[in-house]
Each structure stands twice: as C-alpha cells, then as structure tokens.
C-alpha cells in the first residue's frame, strides 16, 4: 500500500499548523493540546522539510542569541526556504517566554514581516488553557474569515 506523505494527508482543508520544537518540546505539547491537524518540522535540520499543498499557519519559538540574532531555528528557516511553503503559509503563531523582553516571541515577528502574513498568537512556553482555546477559536474564525476552507461541492 502507498504511503502518503504527512503533509499529503493533512491537505484536509481545515486549519493546520506546521511546528517547529525543540527537544524541550514545549510547542509541541502546546500543538497537541490545540487538537488541531498538525505537521512538524523535523528536528535534524539535515531531515528534508516537509512540503505544504494546502493553508496553514506556522508556530515557531525564538531560539536568539544574545540581541536577538539567529532567533528563527534553522529548521524553520530551511521549511520556509521552499517556495511552496511560504506560498501557502497564511499566518504565524509565536512560542516564547517573555523573560526575553523586547526579544519576546521575537523570531515569529520576524517571519511574519518577512513573509508578509498575520502574527495571529503569542503564548508562552506550552501554553494556558486560555491560550488552546484562543489557538483552536482563532484559527477557525480565521479559516472562515478568510475563505480557507475549500468551497463545497
Ligand atoms: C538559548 C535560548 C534562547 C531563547 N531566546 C528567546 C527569545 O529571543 N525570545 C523568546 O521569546 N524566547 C526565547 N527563548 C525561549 C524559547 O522560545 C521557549 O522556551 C520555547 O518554549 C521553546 O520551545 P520548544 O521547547 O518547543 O523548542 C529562548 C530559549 C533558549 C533556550
């Protein structure tokens, strides 16, 4: 039997999120409580990227040197090195931890400006009840809002 890529299966067109964490796994248990269809990015930034055929949002924590240099891990840089993934990518969810201040949620700010796309949420470390349920609400209203969710036959 075929085995279909992750990404493949995922091009469900509901909200999706495309993470990456580290082996702190903070986003990651942050994406799984959300509930929400997910895809992540592999830790080995050797690994090929995943590849995106349908919308989605990415959350990505700030990995920064001192003054905020380097913020965005390199996997997530390499992912959004694919064309096809920053063409389908809609929104950016911000991981962090506001004892960095200004640099808070700081690689997130970056990819958003860079790409041209919404900094929809920040949270911290792996997230409040209060920030899943904001992530699981915002994403549908955003789907919604801005008509991701394929037409209906
Ligand atoms: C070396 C290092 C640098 C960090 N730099 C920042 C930063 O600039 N801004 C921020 O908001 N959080 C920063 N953080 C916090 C991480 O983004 C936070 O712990 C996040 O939850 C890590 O996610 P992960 O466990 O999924 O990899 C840093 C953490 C480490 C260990």
Redesign the pocket.
Known sequence: METKPPEEMLATGQPTIV????????????VQKTGVANVRIPLKTAEEPPIMHAPYVLCV?????PG?AG?I?PQAVKFLNQPQNREHLVGVI????????D?????AEKVATKCGVPLLF?F???GTQEDVQKVQEGLEEFWIQNSLYPASA
């Not at 993470?19 to 942050?30: A, D, G, I, L, Q």
């Not at 924590?61 to 040197?65: A, N």
């Open positions: 993470y990456f964490s580290s082996v702190s796994e903070n986003t990651h248990k942050f924590p700030s990995y920064g040197r905020g913020s891990p911000g991981a962090g931890n506001t004892n960095f201040g640099l808070y949620c700081i690689a920040k911290e470390l792996m």
